[in-house]
C-alpha cells in the first residue's frame, strides 16, 4: 500500500491505494464518486471517462498510484454545486440519453472534444471522435446533436 | 489483476537502477496495452516501474533533416504537432488513427513500439521510415528491432529515450482497421527516402514486416500503377476470426495502392 496525493474537483485528496488500484476504483469506492462509470472495465466503452491534467482518459485503464500530483475532474466537477455545466445542459436539452449509464462518460469526452477540435463541429467530425464511447440505447443521434449544440454553448458562456 | 510494487521514478538514471538485474519487473509507459492485459492475468510481474514523470523522455523537436520523437510523448500529442505535420505530415495522420481519442491522450510512441503488437499502427511507421530506436544504451535500426510477435532486441534492463524518423521525401499510411477494435487488420506505411523506396505492413503478418517486392517495383515508378500484377504470398500471414491470410495479402496490396496514391498527391500540393 501507498498513499496518492492529488487534487479531484478542486479539492487536495489522498488515500491508500495498492500499486493496482485503478484510478476508477480510487475515485468510485474510495472517493464515493459514483458519477464515473464503469461500463466495459477494457477500456473500449469511455464509460469511465474522466479529464486528467486537463485531457480525456479512461480511468479504468490508469493506475491511480500514477496520478501522483495530477488534477482530475469527474462529471461532478465539471459545474458548481447545483448549476449543469453547458454540455451537460444540451445533453439535456436535447434528450441525449435513455438509460444515461454512458451519460458522464459522453458528457466528460464530448468536453475534451471541444478542447481538441474546437467549438464549432461538423457531425461528421463528433461521430468520428465519439469513436471511444458506446451508447447501446440512443443511436448516437441526439448524443451528437447535443455535443453539437453543447461545443456552441461553452463558446457563449466562455 | 495480480498486486504488484509501484514505483515513480522522476529521472532515466532512477528507472534504469530500478529495474537493473531484474528478470519479473515491467516498465509502464501509457499503459494502454500493459493494463489491460495485467486485468486479463495475461501477465504478472513482481514490480512495475512508471515512466509517467520523467519529462526528459516527453516531447518533439526537428534536428536538420531527423525528427525526434520523445519516448514517452503521448499520441496525441504527435497527431496535433505542428512540427510533426511539416516534416512527416504521413506520421501525424498515422498517430492520429490509433485507438480512439481517450486512448490517444494516454498512449505512448515509446509503449507502442516496445509492445510491438502484430497489428499496432506505429510500428508500421518506425519501419517504413526506417527510423531509428534510441534506448538508454544504443540506438537500434528499425530494421534489427521487430523480431517476431510481440519481440524486440531490447534487452532486460534497456529503455527505449526517443524514437528518429528521417524526413522523407513522401509518405502515406493506409489502414483497414478492424471494426470492433480498431486495430489493423492491414496496415500499410509507404516512404519514398532519398535512397529508395520502403514499405511496411502491421497487421498481417506475426510482427510488421517489410514488403521487398513493392519496394523494389516503387523504387522504379512511384505510383499506385508500379503495383499491378505485385502480390504479396499468404503463406506466413495471420488468419483468424477476423480475416484469412488470403484476404490479408488482397487486402495489403489495395492499402499499398492507396498509400502511394496518398503519397504521391501530397507530394504534389
Known amino acids: ?158 | 489483476m495480480y498486486d504488484f510494487d509501484y514505483h515513480r521514478p522522476g529521472s532515466l538514471d532512477e528507472a534504469a537502477a530500478m529495474i537493473a538485474g531484474k528478470d519479473d519487473v515491467k516498465l509502464l509507459a501509457g499503459g494502454m496495452s500493459l493494463i489491460p492485459a495485467l486485468k486479463l492475468r495475461l501477465a504478472r510481474y513482481s514490480d512495475l516501474v512508471d515512466l509517467g514523470a520523467i519529462d526528459a523522455l516527453k516531447g518533439i523537436r526537428r534536428e536538420g533533416n531527423t525528427l525526434v520523437i520523445g519516448a514517452m510523448t503521448p499520441h496525441a500529442e504527435v497527431a496535433a504537432s505542428a512540427e510533426v505535420a511539416r516534416a512527416i505530415p504521413a506520421l501525424a495522420a498515422l498517430a492520429g488513427g490509433i485507438g480512439d481519442p481517450l486512448v490517444r491522450n494516454r498512449g505512448t510512441i515509446g509503449g507502442s513500439i516496445a509492445n510491438a503488437d502484430p497489428a499496432a499502427d506505429y510500428p508500421a511507421g518506425v519501419l517504413g521510415l526506417g527510423a531509428t530506436i534510441v534506448t538508454s544504451r544504443r540506438e537500434i535500426a528499425a530494421d534489427d528491432f521487430f523480431l517476431g510477435l510481440f519481440e524486440t532486441a531490447l534487452k532486460p534492463g534497456e529503455i527505449i529515450t526517443a524514437v528518429r524518423f528521417p524526413v522523407p521525401q513522401a509518405a502515406a499510411y493506409c489502414k483497414h482497421p478492424q471494426p470492433a477494435s480498431r486495430f489493423a487488420l492491414a496496415g500499410v506505411f509507404v516512404a519514398k527516402m532519398a535512397g529508395g523506396v520502403r514499405v511496411a505492413v502491421t497487421g498481417a503478418g506475426p510482427s510488421v514486416l517489410r514488403f521487398e517486392q513493392a519496394e523494389a517495383a516503387l523504387a522504379k515508378k512511384f505510383d499506385p500503377s508500379a503495383l499491378e500484377g505485385i502480390t504479396l504470398a499468404p503463406d506466413d500471414l495471420n488468419s483468424d476470426i477476423h480475416a484469412s491470410a488470403e484476404y490479408r495479402a488482397s487486402c495489403v496490396v489495395v492499402m499499398a495502392r492507396r498509400a502511394v496514391q496518398r503519397a504521391s498527391e501530397a507530394r504534389a500540393r
Open chain 1, 1 to 158: 500500500m501507498a498513499t496518492v496525493s492529488l487534487t479531484v474537483n478542486g479539492q487536495r485528496v489522498s488515500a491508500e491505494v495498492e500499486g493496482r488500484t485503478l484510478l476508477v476504483q480510487l475515485l468510485r469506492e474510495h472517493l464515493r464518486l459514483t458519477g464515473t462509470h464503469v461500463g466495459c472495465d477494457t477500456s473500449q466503452c469511455g464509460c469511465c471517462t474522466v479529464h486528467l491534467d486537463g485531457k480525456g482518459v479512461k480511468s479504468c485503464t490508469v493506475l491511480a498510484a500514477s496520478c501522483e500530483g495530477a488534477t482530475v475532474t469527474t462529471i461532478e466537477g465539471l459545474a458548481p454545486e447545483g448549476k449543469l455545466h453547458p454540455m451537460q445542459e444540451a445533453f439535456r436539452e436535447h434528450h441525449a440519453l435513455q438509460c444515461g449509464f454512458c451519460t458522464p462518460g459522453m458528457i466528460m469526452s464530448a468536453v475534451d472534444m471541444v478542447r481538441r477540435k474546437g467549438n464549432d463541429l461538423d457531425e461528421h467530425t463528433v461521430r468520428e471522435q465519439l469513436e471511444g464511447n458506446l451508447c447501446r440505447c440512443t443511436g448516437y443521434h441526439n448524443i451528437v446533436k447535443a455535443i453539437q449544440a453543447g461545443a456552441a454553448a461553452m463558446k457563449r458562456k466562455a
